[in-house]
């Protein structure tokens, strides 16, 4: 039950392992009808100044239907690089660079990727991670579709990053420090993505329709579905409610960030191909409660310009039913 163990599964390689060996069939055979490399292991010494003497590479080449549990790789490198149909329990990988080409049909579980950010412009599509730790797995203009990131801890993207990820039928769970993204011109970032089961700290998605991906449920009460229609209006009273406050007071407080917010917030517009701006997730509408005031003014601002919100809609839905 549950295989040999990790010693035994390491030990057997002696020091059989090259780039070249991963290229091929395992000497080992198949387990659950992929190459058998669990325990594989590669590390390499680094010189006076802290840099690896050799590093791993991979770079052109194509690794399918291998199973790379208890692996160890330290530094790894690749470029133009393809995984396909291959799993990977708590195995550990030191990244020194990673870009381009793809990973498909994947899944990893209680994995360990260490040093730079794993994937840049990188296309993964149809893998799962489970409990893994990334320095940020969903960053540097990579392109995520079809996959499912299970009871992880995440941070970034973050918008001021040239290289803004894309996420299309993404679903997530777990803890997510700081997320922000911007829309993509085509109009498809977080299409079809579920972010229900994310319990986030800070979530921005810049001149995107967040009615297009699944927010936890506790965040919809901030979701204005009309935005489009409301905004205009919105800001008008945010600028007078601002003017007729004196510094200090919560209500100045509170329209001073939402009409920053706001201002941020269409800077993510692509003028190059407008479109509708569909529903916007309101931040500023938590300040009243992260500050500890006793009156939210914007909610109460919000709703007297017009604005519905998610939870209204679902709502109205029950009562319809």
Same mark, same amino acid.
């Given at each position: 039950?549950?295989?040999?163990? !990790?010693?035994?599964?390491?030990?057997? %390689?002696?020091?059989? +392992?090259?780039?070249?060996?991963?290229?091929?069939?395992?000497?080992?055979?198949?387990?659950?009808?992929?190459?058998?490399?669990?325990?594989?292991?590669?590390?390499?010494?680094?010189?006076? %100044?802290?840099?690896?003497?050799?590093?791993?590479?991979?770079?052109?080449?194509?690794?399918?239907?291998?199973?790379?549990?208890?692996?160890?790789?330290?530094?790894?490198?690749?470029?133009?690089?393809?995984?396909?149909?291959?799993?990977?329990?708590?195995?550990?990988?030191? @990244?020194?660079?990673?870009?381009?080409?793809?990973?498909?049909?994947?899944?990893?579980?209680?994995?360990?990727?260490?040093?730079?950010?794993? $994937?840049?412009? #990188?296309? #993964?599509?149809? +893998?799962?991670?489970? =409990?893994?730790?990334?320095?940020?797995?969903?960053?540097?203009?990579?392109?995520?579709?079809?996959?499912?990131?299970?009871?992880?801890?995440?941070?970034?993207?973050?918008?001021?990053?040239?290289? +803004?990820?894309?996420?299309?039928?993404?679903?997530?769970?777990?803890?997510? /420090?700081?997320?922000?993204?911007?829309?993509?011109?085509?109009?498809?970032?977080?299409?079809?993505?579920?972010?229900?089961?994310?319990?986030?700290?800070?979530?921005?998605?810049?001149?995107?329709?967040?009615?297009?991906?699944?927010?936890?449920?506790?965040?919809?009460?901030? #979701?204005?579905?009309? $935005?489009?229609? @409301?905004?205009?209006?919105?800001?008008?009273?945010?600028?007078?409610?601002?003017?007729?406050?004196? !510094?200090?007071?919560?209500?100045?407080?509170?329209?001073?960030?939402?009409?920053?917010?706001? =201002?941020?917030?269409? /800077?993510?517009?692509?003028?190059?191909?407008?479109?509708?701006?569909?529903?916007?997730?309101?931040?500023?509408?938590?300040?009243?409660?992260?500050?500890?005031?006793?009156?939210?003014?914007?909610?109460?601002?919000?709703?007297?310009?017009? =604005?519905?919100?998610?939870?209204?809609?679902?709502?109205?839905?029950?009562?319809?039913?």
């Amino acid at each position: 039950m549950g295989g040999p163990p !990790r010693k035994q599964l390491v030990e057997r %390689w002696e020091d059989a +392992c090259t780039p070249e060996t991963l290229l091929g069939a395992s000497p080992f055979g198949l387990v659950d009808g992929r190459e058998d490399f669990r325990g594989f292991h590669w590390t390499y010494p680094l010189d006076k %100044w802290g840099f690896p003497k050799k590093v791993f590479s991979v770079s052109g080449q194509t690794v399918d239907n291998v199973d790379l549990s208890y692996a160890e790789i330290s530094p790894f490198t690749a470029r133009e690089f393809t995984l396909t149909n291959s799993y990977a329990k708590r195995a550990t990988i030191s @990244v020194a660079n990673w870009t381009y080409g793809s990973v498909a049909d994947c899944e990893f579980d209680r994995c360990a990727i260490t040093g730079s950010m794993p $994937w840049r412009l #990188v296309t #993964v599509e149809r +893998c799962v991670f489970r =409990a893994c730790k990334f320095p940020e797995v969903f960053a540097w203009g990579a392109r995520y579709d079809n996959c499912q990131a299970i009871d992880m801890r995440l941070n970034g993207p973050l918008a001021g990053s040239p290289d +803004c990820p894309l996420f299309t039928n993404v679903t997530v769970s777990g803890k997510w /420090k700081e997320f922000c993204v911007k829309e993509t011109v085509e109009g498809d970032q977080l299409v079809g993505c579920d972010f229900g089961g994310v319990e986030f700290e800070f979530f921005d998605f810049l001149y995107g329709d967040v009615g297009k991906v699944t927010l936890p449920a506790g965040m919809q009460s901030s #979701v204005v579905v009309n $935005w489009e229609d @409301v905004r205009d209006s919105i800001v008008e009273r945010l600028e007078v409610l601002h003017a007729a406050t004196e !510094r200090g007071e919560p209500a100045h407080q509170q329209a001073m960030l939402a009409l920053d917010l706001v =201002a941020q917030d269409l /800077k993510g517009r692509h003028d190059s191909a407008p479109r509708p701006r569909g529903a916007r997730y309101c931040d500023e509408l938590t300040c009243a409660a992260d500050w500890g005031h006793s009156h939210n003014y914007l909610l109460e601002l919000y709703r007297e310009a017009g =604005a519905q919100f998610v939870c209204d809609s679902n709502v109205d839905d029950e009562v319809k039913q």
